[in-house]
T-cell receptor, first 114, second 112 residues
């Protein structure tokens, strides 16, 4: 089946630093990728929709200047958490769209901000 | 506003028995529904889906039932196996938006 690679799988950083998370579709081209965030024992919350070659579409309440998304190619989208703070600590998951409504998810990134 | 709800946070069943996971939704525009399985610290993996034009879809031990009038869907796993123990998310989308909206998840524990 289709594979989506997400890197790193976990990261610990100091407050105020920026963290970049990469999401790659390994064996297919994805014009659309999605970024989700999950707090412990809660649902996956869609943060933004990333479209190749255009600006990301952010969900209500998600700060676009805080969570920078770049989808420079058909196989790579990146999420940068800028000036991270402890409240940004969460599990971040990307997904890539293979066919209409058929999503494949990355393995997730556990971010811990000290 | 929780458009997709999984009201049971957890479910425990005996190996070999049937597991039934339920999901309710409120948005009548949803026309495609999916179930995902998730282990801790991993991304969800796709299990099974159903279009709103159907009321049942079966794939091996997994069957999804859709009741549009009740805005309810369920995932049946039979027979349940210990390896099925995980968190199960239902998700829904409307073709006009393409966005997946997830429920809160149900933790299934299958006891040997």
């Amino acid at each position: 089946g289709a594979v989506v690679s997400q890197h790193p799988s976990w990261v610990i950083c100091k407050s105020g630093t920026s963290v970049k998370i990469e999401c790659r579709s390994l064996d297919f081209q994805a014009t659309t990728m999605f970024w989700y965030r999950q707090f412990p024992k809660q649902s996956l919350m869609l943060m933004a929709t990333s479209n190749e070659g255009s600006k990301a579409t952010y969900e209500q309440g998600v700060e676009k200047d805080k969570f920078l998304i770049n989808h420079a190619s058909l196989t790579l989208s990146t999420l940068t958490v800028t000036s991270a703070h402890p409240e940004d600590s969460s599990f971040y998951i990307c997904s890539a769209e293979l066919t209409n409504e058929k999503l494949f998810f990355g393995s997730g990134t556990q971010l811990s901000v000290l | 506003d929780q458009q997709v709800k999984q009201n049971s946070p957890s479910l425990s069943v005996q190996e070999g028995r049937i597991s039934i996971l339920n999901c309710d939704y409120t948005n009548s525009m949803f026309d495609y529904f999916l179930w995902y399985k998730k282990y801790p610290a991993e991304g969800p993996t796709f299990l099974i889906s159903i279009s709103s034009i159907k009321d049942k879809n079966e794939d091996g031990r997994f069957t999804v039932f859709l009741n549009k009038s009740a805005k309810h869907l369920s995932l049946h796993i039979v027979p349940s196996q210990p390896g099925d123990s995980a968190v199960y998310f239902c998700a829904a989308s409307a073709s006009n938006t393409g966005k997946l909206i997830f429920g809160q998840g149900t933790t299934l524990q299958v006891k040997p």
